[in-house]
């Protein structure tokens, strides 16, 4: 009697801890709140009902899981107090109380903080406590197999994938590139990621950081970064092989996940890299617990879902490719229909609620570059097939011939390899496997293809080179046919090496960038306008282009032209960003509600790579 009364009083704080953490996420929009409301009673119903319920409530109380707890929920808190403060109904609040809506914000992120802590700590405990028991029986189990380059285990694993990516972004590091919207950041400090409902990177730049003004820290964060991805990709393995231990290999195959030309983009940003690996591992990490009860394999997909859409949502189509992938593995395997559809169904479910969850709950509406809206239902189909369509032409034009040869290979490899080993009739186990292959394919860009405004840029397509890193993984396994493991090995090696060749490009264009900025500055410097101490309106047209080494490199580098970006140019706002800030020019600013290229300016300075125009207080550098 007493241990059920203590069991219900323990369910009775856990719910209470529980819906003070879904206040501090949830947004301050009607919508959400419903939400928010519908997740407390399925919460409620779960946690009362649920005999899984009674392993979680057993979990350690060690105080390392109570910090980890409380400083999950202090990142909530940060989201909730950026979020509400600005909003009308915490203002009416404020106004009953008489009291500032900043001070009300604040109290309520402490008491919300420390009653969400509890259920966070406890979750975490029950998380990780289970991994580390399933890892270490993992290895266990190995334990009595020799240790060669056919076994290498868990942990020289990881260190080795580690050094590896590590030495292959040696040149994107060397070329100190602020890239794109690392200017803004290092200059003013700001973060921003909130306005894209990435609270989690938000949240986490302040500890890496150290700070709420985020001063350039790299390599830090692209060293972070690096050990996410290294984790990611022996999570990988594990889950695919089901073994703690892998072959040279298996290892070698990989190395496109952190080194394709797609998410070497992701690592050149001083900034955004840790968070950008952060979603990788975030969407493999819930298939750790695929063998474990229902209520633990769907809740662990769920946050695992959520935490990709609020790092970057470029990742939520990893996930499914996996999912798919481990359902044909159990299929040539004649794992029972029953069993593959209970695993599907519950992978489902979790994705299902993650994303509702972060659609309902959290999203933040944005329109720009890029939208948050999705295709209506009578443009849906079109509108998908239309925007596929545009990221595997953006594919075949960023990667060399050899490189498409590879992935061609690697694609008949990966059928080949499944095909043979499978126990199914051949025949059908190639129907089966040519099916889910072309499903991986679809998945790997994630939600985007279902956006009225997708990004197309490479960074958002880093899902690609993890669906060729499925491929080449499950290739390297066959241990009969050396032949096979060729055009992964291949592959690893091309995107091994273009890692210097673009960080090497990274440097070159930042010192051509330099040297043309700097013309111009040494031809304002000493004009009458700039002298005055008035404020001069100075705009750009034209670009600078390719550094000439660049330029001069064969046309199946395409790919450069969209990963380099051009920093010294007109109509664009990271254009003249940096001749704006960096270089300590007094007395200027920006109006783009104009266009000097209309005006009939006359020419101040005319030479071979700009010409500048001006009259009272406008200036026009046009760049040749």
Same mark, same amino acid.
């Given at each position: ?17 529980? =819906? ?13 709140? %419903? ?17 899984? =319920? ?12 109570? +910090? ?64 580390? &028991?399933?890892?270490? #029986? ?73 700070? #709420? ?66 979603? +990788? ?26 935490? =990709? ?34 695993? %599907? ?26 939208? &948050? ?50 126990? *199914? ?8 496997? !040519? ?8 998945l790997c860009f994630g939600m985007y293809p279902v956006l009225e405004i997708p990004s197309f840029a490479p960074r958002a397509m ?10 080449? +993984? %499950? ?13 992964? +090995? ?6 091994? !090496? ?10 070159? *264009? ?38 000439? =080494? ?75």
């Amino acid at each position: 009697m007493a241990h059920g009364k203590k069991v219900l009083i323990t369910k009775v704080m856990l719910l209470f801890s529980g =819906v003070a953490f879904l206040l501090l996420i949830t947004s301050a929009s009607k919508l959400a709140l %419903c939400g928010c409301a519908v997740t407390m009673v399925c919460g409620f119903y779960f946690l009362w009902n649920n005999p899984a =319920v009674s392993d979680i409530l057993q979990s350690t109380r060690k105080p390392v899981y109570i +910090v980890l707890g409380f400083f999950v929920c202090c990142a909530a808190g940060s989201k909730f107090y950026s979020t509400w403060v600005i909003s009308g109904k915490i203002q009416k609040i404020s106004e009953v109380f008489s009291i500032e809506k900043e001070k009300l914000g604040f109290v309520c992120v402490i008491a919300g903080v420390i009653a969400a802590t509890p259920v966070i700590s406890i979750g975490l405990s029950f998380f990780i406590e289970a991994l580390l &028991s399933d890892v270490k #029986n993992a290895v266990q189990k190995d334990s009595g197999i020799r240790e060669n380059m056919r076994r290498i285990p868990l942990k020289k694993s990881i260190c080795m994938i580690a050094a590896v990516y590590m030495l292959g972004i040696i040149a994107i590091l060397r070329a100190n590139f602020y890239y794109v919207d690392d200017m803004g950041r290092a200059y003013a400090g700001y973060k921003d990621w909130a306005r894209l409902s990435r609270f989690l990177s938000e949240t986490l730049s302040s500890f890496i950081h150290m700070d #709420n003004y985020l001063t350039d820290v790299s390599p830090l964060p692209q060293m972070a970064a690096v050990l996410f991805l290294a984790f990611s990709g022996i999570i990988l393995l594990y889950v695919i092989y089901g073994r703690a231990y892998f072959s040279i290999w298996e290892l070698l195959a990989l190395v496109p996940l952190g080194l394709n030309p797609y998410f070497l983009e992701c690592i050149s940003y001083k900034y955004d890299a840790p968070y950008m690996a952060l979603s +990788v591992l975030a969407a493999v990490w819930p298939l750790l617990y695929m063998k474990r009860s229902a209520l633990t394999y769907i809740s662990a997909s769920m946050i695992g879902t959520i935490a =990709v859409c609020t790092s970057y949502q470029a990742a939520t189509g990893i996930y499914p490719m996996l999912v798919i992938l481990l359902m044909l593995k159990m299929w040539i395997s004649e794992v029972p229909y029953r069993e593959i559809g209970s695993f %599907c169904l519950r992978s489902l479910s979790g994705f299902g609620l993650g994303m509702a969850f972060f659609k309902i709950v959290i999203l933040l509406p944005v329109e720009g570059y890029m939208s &948050s809206s999705m295709l209506g239902i009578k443009e849906i189909i079109p509108g998908i097939l239309n925007n596929l369509k545009k990221y595997y032409t953006y594919v075949g034009s960023d990667m060399k011939g050899f490189w498409l040869i590879l992935i061609a290979a690697l694609v008949i490899g990966f059928l080949w390899t499944i095909v043979y080993s499978s126990k *199914q009739k051949k025949y059908l186990s190639a129907i089966v496997t !040519v099916i889910a292959t072309l499903f991986m394919g679809l998945l790997c860009f994630g939600m985007y293809p279902v956006l009225e405004i997708p990004s197309f840029a490479p960074r958002a397509m880093y899902g690609f080179g993890v669906f060729i890193t499925i491929l080449a +993984v %499950c290739t390297v396994e066959s241990r009969e046919r050396i032949l096979l493991k060729l055009p992964a +090995v291949f592959l690893s090696w091309t995107f091994f !090496v273009f890692s210097f060749t673009y960080g090497n490009a990274l440097y070159v *264009q930042k010192e051509y960038t330099d040297y043309r900025i700097r013309m111009v500055i040494d031809d304002l410097k000493d004009m009458d306008a700039f002298l005055t101490g008035e404020t001069i309106t100075v705009q750009l047209s034209g670009s600078i282009g390719q550094s000439p =080494v660049i330029r001069n490199m064969p046309q199946d580098y395409q790919i450069l032209n969209r990963l380099v970006p051009i920093t010294f140019r007109g109509n664009w706002y990271w254009g003249d960003y940096g001749f704006g800030h960096y270089y300590g020019l007094k007395n200027i600013k920006s109006d783009s509600s104009i266009d000097l290229t209309t005006y009939n300016l006359p020419i101040l300075e005319d030479n071979m790579f700009h010409t500048i125009r001006g009259k009272d207080n406008y200036v026009l550098i046009e760049i040749k």
